[in-house]
């Protein structure tokens, strides 16, 4: 609950540079053991260990749902309309997670049948990234690299990047996991597309207020809390954008751009050519594979294959990506 409280005096100050003064003092009230923080053996780490910082509670202080109850869509009367969503669609099976809940809790050790999903999300970075595991559970580790939540795995203690996909520290270093198609939208458009999906309950077990917002205010504010290795000016911090990899090609494709669209965008990234469609009304966007090629483009408007996607602040792509390519709308000239 420490940020919880640190997020409570901020907003009561209305001063975005409150929180990181208190984080700073909070830092340097702990012990600097560069290679040990939270109980997490740092040493050799993939990422700085410098740059792995507290974000105020201790491991687990930010408690994960590992036994998920959910409520049919009739029954979700705590979500309107517009209340933002992760959505998931895998082995015939529908799920939506409010983020309303996950502000609390961040990560929702689930299930799509024999399958076992890992749900993140990082209110700090805007991010939801779900994840195909093989087996065991994953934990909030209290830590923040680039601002960026650190997963734990319960059985190594490894640590993971959920924008890097990837353990930065401990037995599994260097290892990658596998991220699965999300819908990061609003519960009206996942309603429609998938009126049988069931949702997250707030029977979490956790004795949590999912009515209020403890991030209220931050999406809107051009602050971050937390130092971030790269920055970015050409967008607001907080601009949403869809990021998508390819092979290790980066590219990030602005809301703000895609809404001077029609809604369809077609591109090609690393030779592979792409169809995106936003939907301004909800505030999201999908990625898919074009059915055609660099040398058979009559197919370019088939889509194909989803791909995973994250939508992220600008910030937060920008700082784990600075290489990344941006989309930009440009229009077609006139007859």
């Not at 609390?104 to 209110?123: A, K, M």
């Amino acid at each position: 609950m420490a940020r919880e409280r640190i997020l409570k005096r901020l907003y009561s100050e209305n001063k975005c540079t409150t929180l990181l003064t208190i984080t700073l003092l909070v830092l340097a009230a702990l012990p600097a053991y560069a290679d040990s923080k939270n109980g997490f053996d740092l040493s050799g780490s993939l990422i700085p260990a410098t740059e792995i910082l507290h974000g105020g509670p201790p491991r687990d202080g930010i408690p994960a749902i590992d036994k998920p109850h959910f409520v049919s869509a009739a029954a979700a009367d705590f979500l309107g309309d517009d209340d933002r969503v992760l959505g998931i669609e895998r082995n015939g099976i529908a799920k939506a997670y409010p983020i309303a809940i996950l502000n609390w809790h961040e990560i929702v050790n689930d299930r799509f049948g024999d399958e076992r999903i890992v749900v993140s999300f990082c209110p700090l970075c805007g991010t939801g990234v779900a994840f195909s595991v093989a087996s065991g559970t994953f934990g909030v580790s209290g830590l923040l690299y680039n601002s960026d939540v650190l997963l734990y795995d319960r059985q190594s203690l490894s640590l993971w990047s959920q924008l890097l996909s990837r353990a930065v520290s401990g037995p599994h270093k260097g290892s990658r996991l596998k991220k699965v198609v999300l819908s990061h939208t609003n519960w009206r458009d996942w309603r429609s597309r998938h009126p049988s999906s069931v949702v997250l309950s707030t029977d979490t077990g956790s004795p949590r207020d999912y009515q209020r917002d403890p991030y209220a205010g931050y999406v809107n504010d051009a602050g971050i809390f937390f130092p971030v290795s790269h920055r970015d000016p050409r967008y607001h911090p907080k601009e949403r954008v869809i990021g998508v990899e390819i092979a290790g090609h980066f590219k990030a494709y602005p809301f703000s751009e895609l809404a001077r669209s029609n809604g369809i965008v077609h591109d090609t990234l690393n030779k592979k050519m792409l169809i995106i469609r936003f939907d301004a009304t909800s505030q999201s966007g999908r990625i898919f594979y074009a059915e055609g090629n660099e040398k058979n483009s009559k197919k370019r408007d088939q889509k194909g294959e989803e791909l995973p996607t994250i939508t992220a602040f600008w910030f937060a792509w920008y700082a784990f990506h600075p290489e990344t390519k941006v989309y930009t709308y440009a229009a077609k000239p006139g007859p």
